[in-house]
């Protein structure tokens, strides 16, 4: 896989990451609607600077371990395994209808629910949990909540949240040990220009997503009708189910 390649499978593997329900969805929607627009942005740079500590680890600490043939064949498997199973998953809630993603919240007018996530809990790949719980432990994610936390927040406390709950999440560590570690290994073939350009991929996917999702909230936009929504999540669906079968071809050496 060249440069280019790899950019480009990067990013839109992190962008279908990024678009499905999980903690940091849920979480920047919230913020968004008590902070306004740059709470998605800066929450991507906590998340950010996470992950890029975490290849840095991998590059220089487990760089020699992982570029063993044995080893990087495995990986391979085991990353394009997971890819595969990621994959049938998104195609099977997009083609059932379970997920959602309706951003609409009049902040002026009566407080209503805003619905991100799966219409079912049990079906999210992430684990997704509303950030507050209001009367009986019931999920409160309104525009004014007295229950959120009190004063504005800071860039810098945006930006450890967003470090706090990427670590929370155990989808997103179960990512980086299957699908990152494997996008590692072809990249440390192009030594310090591909761990660059897969992280650059990785990362600008996710300010992207966040980043318009951010701008609608704030803004009281619908930018993605449900069917259109759905679409993509198919589309990206069947596009993990290729890669995966690249990876696997290539740690059997095929």
Do not use: C
Not at 22 to 38: H, N, S
Not at 232 to 246: D, R
């Amino acid at each position: 896989m060249g440069v280019a390649g790899l950019f480009l499978t990067a990013f839109i593997v992190a962008l279908t990451g990024a678009m499905m329900p999980g903690p940091l969805l849920t979480v920047t929607v919230a913020e968004t609607v008590r902070r306004g627009f740059w709470a998605g942005p800066l929450l991507v740079v906590g998340h950010g600077i996470l992950e890029a500590a975490l290849v840095a680890a991998l590059a220089f600490g487990l760089g020699p371990i992982i570029a063993r043939q044995g080893v990087v064949a495995g990986i391979s498997l085991i990353g394009g395994g997971f890819l595969l199973w990621m994959g049938l998953t998104i195609i099977r809630d997009t083609f059932k209808g379970r997920v959602v993603l309706d951003l609409k919240q009049n902040v002026a007018g009566p407080q209503k629910p805003l619905q991100v996530g799966y219409a079912n809990s049990r079906d999210s790949l992430a684990g997704d949990e509303p950030l507050f719980r209001g009367k009986q432990g019931a999920p409160s994610l309104y525009a004014g909540d007295k229950r959120a936390p009190a004063g504005a927040h800071t860039a810098g406390r945006l930006i450890g949240l967003g470090v706090a709950v990427s670590l929370s999440n155990p989808y997103w560590s179960l990512w980086w040990a299957t699908i990152g570690i494997s996008y590692m290994n072809i990249a440390l073939h192009a030594h310090g220009l591909g761990i660059v350009v897969f992280f650059a991929g990785h990362i600008l996917a996710d300010l992207a997503w966040y980043t318009a999702v951010s701008g609608a909230v704030s803004g009281g936009r619908r930018f993605l009708s449900p069917g259109l929504y759905r679409g993509i999540l198919a589309v990206a669906g069947f596009f993990l189910v290729g890669l995966a079968g690249y990876f696997v071809i290539s740690g059997l050496g095929l």
